[in-house]
Every structure is written in C-alpha cells, then in structure tokens.
C-alpha cells in the first residue's frame, strides 16, 4: 500500500514539475499559457523573409542591407553588381 502512495505522489511531483516548466518557457516567450499550445500559432513571431540582389539568399528582413531600393545580405554583396 505504502509502495502505490509513493509512486502517486512521484507521478504528481513529475506533472507539477513539467506544468510549471511549461509555463516558465511560455512566459519568457512573452506568450500567455493558453495561447502557447496548440497549432494557431500567433503569426508575430514569423519574421518576414528579404531576398539578396546579389546572391538570392534568403534571410530575416531585419538583418537586411538596404541600398538603391533593394535588399543585401550583407554590406559587402551591396558592392557588388548584380550577378
Ligand atoms: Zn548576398
């Protein structure tokens, strides 16, 4: 009987455990709980994709070099022409 209490209370220690890691991981996202789980996803946290001019690789639009109205990866492709 003492042996079925013990792992009861092992089970619940291990689930209070992992709700409240869950909820730590959630709150330094800056997502409340609720909404952290499940495939609806909130769309802010997708960052909009820039192109390089120059090479055509893909990266976050905040890192992008502007220049003449295009976007760079880099300051150095923003130097060279078009390929
Ligand atoms: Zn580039």
Redesign the pocket.
């Known amino acids: 009987m003492m042996r079925i209490l013990f792992w009861i209370g092992l089970i619940v220690l291990i689930v209070f455990a992992v709700r409240s890691k869950l909820r730590a991981m959630a709150k330094r996202h800056g997502v409340p709980p609720d909404t952290a789980r499940g495939p609806a996803a909130p769309s802010a946290q997708i960052e909009a994709m820039a192109q390089?001019?120059?090479?055509?690789?893909y990266?976050p639009a905040s890192e992008s070099v502007k220049a003449d109205g295009l976007d760079?990866?880099?300051p150095?492709?923003v130097r060279?022409p078009p390929p």
């Open positions: 390089c001019a120059h090479c055509g690789m990266f760079y990866c880099s150095g492709h060279l």
